[in-house]
């Protein structure tokens, strides 16, 4: 059974592995992800946070309920305009068990390449909360957290929460 790995914990910095070849642990691991997502009211979960260093990750379109599970994604485009959101993670809980809420500024549209669970090459444009997520998501295979996007000021009131979570 997969755990859920929270902020602090270093495999979450970590730069993840391609993924050369979508065996059945690959699988078995996405489908066990997009359980623990839904679970938890999650729209997106990346492999380093279930303690995975290999680029892949699952997400849900939360306006249409689609679920994607995307092996190697990989932004190859982003637009020009930006937009502030609130983001929250799976791996940054709150004393109440609950992800911590920040406003973070990125694009507000991308174009990502993945490839599917039956290994078919699939790419998409995506705008508005669908690519707030997979940017979120795919900085994890990098290591990156969205606290890392904030200022000092505000992420340490993140952190302060953070820290209070049992
Ligand atoms: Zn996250």
Aim: charged share 25%.
């Amino acid at each position: 059974m997969l755990q859920m790995k929270l902020c602090g914990d270093l495999v979450l910095r970590e730069k993840c592995e391609p993924v050369d070849e979508i065996t059945p642990d690959v699988l078995s691991a996405m489908d066990e992800m997009v359980k623990m997502m839904a679970e938890q009211n999650g729209v997106g979960l990346a492999a380093p946070q279930v303690g995975i260093t290999k680029r892949f990750l699952v997400m849900m379109n939360p306006d249409s309920g689609e679920v994607f599970k995307m092996v190697n994604p990989k932004i190859t485009g982003r637009g020009t305009k930006t937009v502030i959101m609130e983001e929250g993670c799976l791996s940054v809980l709150g004393p109440d068990n609950l992800p911590v809420f920040a406003n973070v500024s990125r694009p507000d549209s991308v174009t990502v390449e993945w490839i599917d669970e039956q290994g078919h090459p699939c790419a998409a444009e995506m705008s508005g909360l669908p690519a707030r997520i997979i940017q979120h998501e795919t900085d994890h295979l990098d290591g990156v957290l969205f606290i890392d996007y904030l200022s000092p000021v505000k992420r340490e009131m993140v952190m302060r929460k953070v820290r209070r979570h049992k």
